[in-house]
């Protein structure tokens, strides 16, 4: 059975996830593609609706992201959101240009709720705005919804050609009502019915990758992490015994964690799995040798993930498949379409161009971090499994800023412990869903024992986040900063300094690199 879809049309705009989570969450299946997808190709997925995306660029630049009018005469109704918006004006004959007053950040509007996209929210809300541009005039056939202070159009609508835009972002959570708006537009405005189901999708996937993998053999990156868990499990829900789970120890996992994932699916574990436990630790090590670059870090360490599961394919013979927990975030920030690389994720941008492999699986890849982890609560995981922290695939070569040496694992490996153990064990209101230490590459003076030091400075790092797009720092009890601080330069030689990062998502990301 096919799922009914929103199509959401990515020009390069920062929340595009953000997007077709919102939609989701209405329980409608979403998906991004890039602005270069054509109409042909639009046709053929036949959308119930249409979302253009926001994006950093001017609509009246030659250099700037179009498309097909056409597209707008499909007779599928479109949402233009920020550059979305303005790229609708200039299409149809309106004025876009640069605003007297840049709005960025909440802000406050006046909406007209006879809209079919505002019914039903306050006539004076709060909303996000990030725009330099505005909208002069619109179109022939349009009407204004809605505007703030100094923003003539907030929001503008031709319900009878099924157009719709607003300035602002509804779907970030500033906007206080923008659940209820992207909701009025997949339900009120295309007309769906809400058929997108995480036990509908299990059943399915379970059954193409019976149909795809037949009789054949596969091979499961397994890293003991919520999401090639989940794929893992699923996998062998597919096909049983002919599916083998190779974990990685890359040396770049957190402390006791090999010992960890084995005990959960090794031969003593829950999971009838066949699993093989590859110590290589020396050999990432050696990769990574000398290399600084982030993006290098990340490629290097999943072209070795590759050559490792390849050999290890070779020793168990005729498999055809490679399985990894690749998410859809995974997929989007490591490059879609046009769109800028936030970091190439090992399994995704940082695979090497040739692949001993007839097929790569990915069960996942379509899914956001909160859909695999209701998944893997509709095939059985356990909470405790499902729930824990995500960990990069890279590991800690990207919570290590600079050369990687087995030195620093170390310190980084002991330092997060002691953070994570003191969190978990302190009477928190709110428990962050992700915290952990880092070690920078900053040396600084200091004095211990009355004795001068020159080492490292670890940062802790707690934050929240439902869709792993957009995080805040969470505030930690200064007592057990304190307490994780005193502990880390007294236990993890090498370390002189402790720093707690305040930053959110956007503008850093939750891994540091």
């Not at 700037?64 to 550059?83: F, N, R």
């Not at 009502?177 to 992207?182: A, D, N, S």
């Not at 919570?399 to 997060?416: F, L, N, P, S, Y």
Request: aromatic share 8%; with cysteine.
């Amino acid at each position: 059975m096919k799922n009914e879809m929103i199509l959401v049309l990515d020009f390069g705009g920062q929340y595009n996830q953000l997007i077709a989570r919102c939609v989701r969450e209405c329980n409608v299946y979403a998906e991004v593609h890039p602005y270069t997808i054509t109409l042909d190709e639009i046709r053929a997925m036949e959308p119930k609706g249409i979302i253009f995306t926001g994006g950093p660029n001017s609509v009246y630049e030659e250099s700037s992201p179009h498309y097909d009018k056409a597209i707008l005469e499909l007779g599928i109704p479109v949402l233009g959101i920020c550059y979305g918006s303005q790229l609708m004006a200039y299409m149809l004959g309106g004025k876009v240009t640069t605003a007297p007053v840049s709005e960025y950040g909440r802000t406050g509007i006046t909406a007209d709720t006879s809209s079919r996209l505002l019914h039903g929210i306050e006539s004076d809300t709060d909303v996000w705005m990030s725009h330099t541009d505005y909208i002069e005039r619109v179109p022939d056939g349009f009407v204004i919804t809605a505007h703030s202070k100094v923003c003539p159009v907030a929001a503008m609508e031709d319900p009878n050609r099924r157009l719709y835009a607003t300035q602002f972002h509804p779907e970030v959570t500033h906007t206080r009502e923008g659940r209820k708006i992207i909701s009025n537009f997949v339900y009120t405005i295309c007309n769906c019915a809400g058929d997108w189901k995480i036990d509908s999708f299990v059943d399915r996937q379970i059954e193409m990758i019976k149909e795809k993998v037949g009789d054949g053999r596969a091979l499961c990156a397994l890293s003991g992490g919520v999401d090639s868990s989940v794929a893992a499990v699923l996998m062998s829900k597919a096909i049983g015994r002919n599916l083998t789970c190779v974990f990685v120890d890359h040396g770049l996992l957190r402390k006791d964690e090999g010992d960890q994932v084995e005990a959960v699916f090794g031969p003593s574990g829950n999971y009838d799995l066949n699993f093989i436990r590859v110590n290589a630790a020396d050999r990432f090590y050696s990769k990574l040798a000398g290399v600084t670059e982030p993006e290098d870090k990340r490629k290097i360490i999943g072209e070795e993930f590759i050559r490792v599961f390849e050999e290890q394919a070779k020793k168990i013979g005729a498999v055809d498949f490679l399985v990894q927990g690749t998410i859809y975030p995974d997929v989007i920030e490591s490059g879609l379409g046009k769109s800028a690389v936030i970091k190439s994720h090992h399994n995704v941008g940082g695979l090497p161009d040739c692949v001993d492999f007839k097929e790569i699986i990915e069960p996942l890849r379509m899914l956001f971090k909160d859909e695999v982890r209701r998944a893997g609560k509709q095939i059985g995981l356990p909470t405790a499994l499902v729930g824990r922290q995500p960990f990069p695939g890279p590991g800690l070569g990207v919570r290590i800023v600079g050369e990687v040496t087995a030195e620093k694992v170390r310190i980084v490996q002991e330092a997060d412990a002691i953070f994570r153990g003191e969190v978990d064990k302190a009477d928190l209101k709110q428990r962050p869903g992700q915290y952990f230490a880092a070690l920078s590459n900053m040396r600084s003076v200091g004095v211990m024992g009355d004795f001068r030091t020159y080492d490292y400075a670890v940062v802790l790092r707690a934050v929240n986040t439902t869709d792993f797009m957009t995080a805040e720092c969470c505030e930690i009890p200064f007592e057990v900063q304190q307490t994780c601080m005193r502990r880390i330069i007294n236990e993890v030689k090498g370390v002189n300094r402790v720093m707690f990062d305040l930053t959110s998502k956007p503008p850093g990301t939750i891994e540091y690199e």
